[in-house]
């Protein structure tokens, strides 16, 4: 039997000076709102239209923007739950078991080099194991995926450090679990990793 993959994409519903505040000090606020909705636009445009991956839309918050996107991309639209990271992507993963698929999997708007192929390795990581991290160079993660409800791997992080990804490995090492670590990624955070991201596309 086919197994049924599902993967939500979580991003910021833009709002100025609420939205990639680190780079307002180069673009400005309007600037890193802008930047923010490019982001999240080139993201939707890579992992969308997936074959056999329901690929979703988390937002903080469902306004105009969040429709425009979810209609010209083609993807449902839901709101992200209540509570810190750790609790909104362990409730977005198990809303997705929950409801048919079995392998989920979750991804930010700010890793360019997360593809298709990427998502791909990711969901074949986890055909054999628990848990799939893909780690980011500042030490957070782009990708997580599982093949079962884990949330003791999003309890007792320090989200937004450069630890969240050896303490979700220590989670993961004192809850018995398998995992693979996919290949080392970066996001776009500060004026330098934007600057990185615009030699990237040109």
Known sequence: ????????VMARTPRAYKTKTRLATALGHAGAMRAHIQLVEDTLSRLTQMPNIDTS???????????????????????????????????ILAHMLIHGCDLAALVGTDCPSIDQAYVERGFQALSGCDVAVGPAEDGGYGFIGVSRECPQLFAHIDWGSDAVFSQTKARVAESALDLITLPTIWDVDDPADWARYQKWKS
Do not use: S
């Not at 039997?1 to 939500?8: D, G, I, K, N």
């Not at 937002?59 to 992200?80: G, H, K, P, S, Y």
């Open 57 to 91: 839309l988390w937002v903080t918050e469902i306004d105009a923007q969040a429709r425009q996107w979810a209609n010209t991309f083609q993807v449902a639209l839901c709101e992200q739950p209540a509570g810190d990271l750790g609790q909104k992507m362990h409730a």
């Open 1 to 8: 039997m086919t197994q049924r993959y599902a993967l939500a």
